[in-house]
């Protein structure tokens, strides 16, 4: 870009740190504005970049992936505005945008999508779309990120807090936040919300309901969109059926705001949800309760993110852990990772290999955990076609198995039941 | 005999071999504490170092959030949090201290003497305000900190220290809260700014309270004036105690104590200034799940 690197430069460390040996797990943006990358078997998170003066406008927000299918770049977005590219091969850092945000104003979420979309979503409800191109650039022989076609700027209303963007429909951005009610929006066509959530009838004593869309997640492959409220509600709106939510569900015993929330992937109603005081639990949108508590945080939880071929979740929150949990096995934490400054956002690495100290080797045998991280696919046929294939390996063991039969006792006849048995011959 | 003792069926020989058992317990100990005496003063500085007792303390379970100050992360976290500006020496402290509603005399003359502990410091009735509506106003004449005491049945139990202008506040529980009045042998206090001793806060959290703890007082402590106030952690009860040191010689010192004395344990400390229902905490105190090893602590 034009404008030269703000004074606050952020650097990469070494590469040697990022070598391809033992890819990092999980990915941390830091509220000192550290990048982390930890694994399950180290309990120490390497930072790589490195941060030198303290400004607060540094501070991670939100990061995601450049690229989804190579996962070789990643975008963080920083409080003040700026979004940084940081490749994980060769250890350089590409500036992307030094937009940096207007009075008070400051980065709420990033999205990116195709290897050009970047999505930037501010607190005051501006929300720009810019196409970048990565190129080597003639003069340095360094990577320039390049701004492609015109920026798509949006106005979301004041007081954003959430923006998710579609991936299946890819132009389409979804945005909310207090007294903002949820919007979904098309970039093709900025000018209007394709559509704007109704609020809620009034309640019992005829009260205007308040707005607070807290977080907002698509359910993948659908243009479905879950929303966490101020007001521990989760609510799931189906755009094509009605403008009002089609389920709400009220934690029972949690007023507290819904800070964070994951979808179960392959497991449609369930979703993992996060609050302020450090409640972790897993909710059934049709049996709209809590199905399970997980055990740890002891602040605010701020990200969660599901592996996408496991049945393990990362959470993490402002009291600096990041903690690991199956969703099967039990309450407890797999595993948790100090992480040294507040953590605002978490992206998990479908490179990672699971380590079996972490996750029980029972729930994942060798070969299937192999094959799904080798291939890195997360399609849903495909995944439908191996659990086929694992339901009929599943019967052929059965098959194996010998039918253990009970021998029948043979009783002494006694003189008293020698009738019936006569009669059981018969 | 412990062995043997239990198989005695008597219960009147039972209870005297147990009583000479006891003798001859008591009479080994007397003689290894004569023994080490001995060494001691025949070896000088050469006897071998004393045994150290076993403690829940010293059996602490080791936290993995242990502050480093040699950490370049931790000291670029403390340089940037909302406690920062006073260690620059930026602000100087002003606190406002008030009260839940309609407080009772033994919490009024609690706050009276905190007047007087905490210099800069002013005492308000709280006249029914809420705390969101008292936190803006207190900012706009350049308050730093906000201590509310709350109280139940006339006995202050609860505080809430909001730092301003924008968090974080911690809440506690107070217990056994002494005022001067009901101390012996008290000193006379002064108007020199004192020293303030924040003792055993070694974990990230502890580190954080600490802070805000010693962002109460002014920063150029009047030497002259030999007051000093102590907030000591132990066991993640916070003491507090308020004293006058004298030098007696080159190696005595004797104290006097000045002030009320209390006992804080942290409920909960949470970003922002106070706001229960929709604020962000950065720890909250949950029994069930964190007080499962009487050797875990937390500050």
């Keep these: 870009m034009a404008t030269p690197m703000p004074s606050i430069a952020l650097k990469m460390n070494a590469p040697t740190n990022l070598s391809s040996e033992q890819p990092y797990a999980v990915f941390a943006g830091t509220n000192t504005g550290f990048l982390k990358g930890c694994s399950f078997s180290n309990k120490s998170p390497v930072n790589i970049n490195s941060v030198e003066v303290p400004v607060k406008g540094n501070e991670i927000v939100d990061i995601c992936w450049w690229d989804n299918e190579k996962e070789s770049f990643i975008l963080a977005g920083h409080k003040d505005g700026r979004v940084l590219n940081y490749s994980l091969d060769d250890g350089t850092v590409i500036n992307v945008s030094t937009k940096l945000t207007e009075d008070k104003s400051f980065l709420r979420s990033i999205r990116s999508y195709g290897n050009s979309l970047v999505v930037t979503a501010f607190s005051n409800g501006k929300v720009d779309c810019n196409n970048y191109a990565l190129s080597k650039s003639s003069q340095s022989g360094n990577m320039v990120m390049d701004q492609r076609a015109t920026a798509v700027a949006l106005n979301a209303g004041q007081d954003l807090f959430c923006m998710d963007h579609n991936i299946s429909l890819g132009s389409q951005i979804a945005t909310g936040g207090k007294e903002n009610p949820l919007k979904i929006w098309d970039i093709t066509s900025p000018e209007q919300p394709i559509f704007t959530a109704k609020n809620m009838p009034n309640d019992w004593l005829n009260l205007r309901v308040p707005i607070w869309v807290m977080t907002a997640e698509f359910v993948p492959h659908t243009s479905k969109i879950v929303s966490g409220t101020g007001y521990s509600q989760i609510r799931l709106y189906d755009p094509s059926a009605q403008r009002r939510p089609v389920i709400e569900v009220q934690l029972k015993g949690c007023k507290d705001p819904i800070t964070a929330l994951a979808l179960r992937p392959s497991f449609e109603n369930q979703l993992v949800v996060g609050t302020t005081t450090g409640t972790l639990a897993l909710v059934d949108l049709r049996k709209k309760d809590i199905i399970q508590h997980f055990k740890g945080p002891s602040g605010g939880v701020t990200d969660i993110k599901f592996h996408n071929s496991c049945p393990l979740f990362a959470a993490c929150g402002i009291d600096r852990y990041v903690r690991f949990y199956d969703v099967n096995l039990n309450k407890k934490q797999l595993h948790s990772i100090y992480m040294q400054s507040q953590v605002n956002c978490l992206l998990f690495s479908s490179k990672s290999l699971l380590d079996e100290n972490v996750v029980g080797p029972q729930w994942y045998p060798k070969s299937k955990t192999a094959d799904l991280t080798s291939e890195n696919s997360s399609n849903l046929s495909d995944q439908s076609e191996k659990q086929n294939t694992e339901d009929d390996n599943d019967e052929s063991v059965w098959n194996t198995f010998k039918v253990i039969q009970t021998k029948k006792r043979k009783k002494q006849p006694k003189s008293s039941s020698t009738g019936k048995s006569k009669i059981k011959k018969v | ?299």
Excluded at chain 2, 22 to 42: I, M, N, S
Excluded at chain 2, 155 to 174: I, Q, R, Y
Aim: contains cysteine; charged residues 35%.
């Design chain 2, 1 to 299: 005999m412990s062995l043997i003792m239990p198989q005695i069926k008597n219960k009147q020989r039972r209870g005297e071999v147990y009583k000479q058992y006891l003798k001859e317990k008591r009479k080994a100990k007397l003689e290894e504490k004569k023994k080490r005496r001995k060494e001691e003063k025949e070896m000088g500085a050469k006897a071998p170092p004393k045994k150290k007792p076993k403690t829940i303390e010293s059996m602490r379970v080791p936290d993995e959030t242990m502050v480093d100050p040699t950490n370049l992360e931790t000291q670029l976290d403390l340089e940037q949090d909302e406690m920062a500006p006073y260690f620059r020496q930026e602000t100087t402290p002003k606190v406002l201290i008030t009260t839940s509603d309609r407080p009772k005399k033994k919490t009024n003359s609690f706050c009276k003497e905190l007047k007087k502990v905490i210099p800069n410091s002013f005492v308000k009735y709280r006249r029914g305000l809420d705390l969101k509506k008292i936190i803006p106003q207190a900012i706009e004449r350049d308050f730093t900190d906000l201590i509310v005491i709350n109280e139940d049945a006339g006995e202050p139990n609860g505080l809430v220290l909001c730092h301003l202008p924008d968090g974080p506040t911690a809440e506690f529980k107070m217990m056994n809260a002494k005022l001067c009045k009901e101390l012996k042998r008290l000193g006379e206090m002064t108007e020199h700014f004192p020293e303030v001793n924040i003792h055993n806060f070694n974990t990230r959290l502890g580190v954080t309270i600490g802070r805000m703890l010693s962002c109460l007082f002014p920063h150029r402590p009047n030497y002259q004036g030999r007051r000093v106030v102590t907030f000591h952690n132990q066991r993640d009860y916070i003491f507090f105690r308020h004293h006058r040191y004298q030098f007696r010689n080159t190696e005595k010192v004797s104290l006097q104590e000045l002030g009320p004395r209390f006992l804080l344990r942290l409920r909960s400390l949470q970003k922002g200034t106070f706001d229960s229902k929709s604020g962000m905490y950065l720890w909250i105190h949950k029994r069930h799940e964190m007080d499962t090893s009487r050797r875990k602590f937390h500050l």
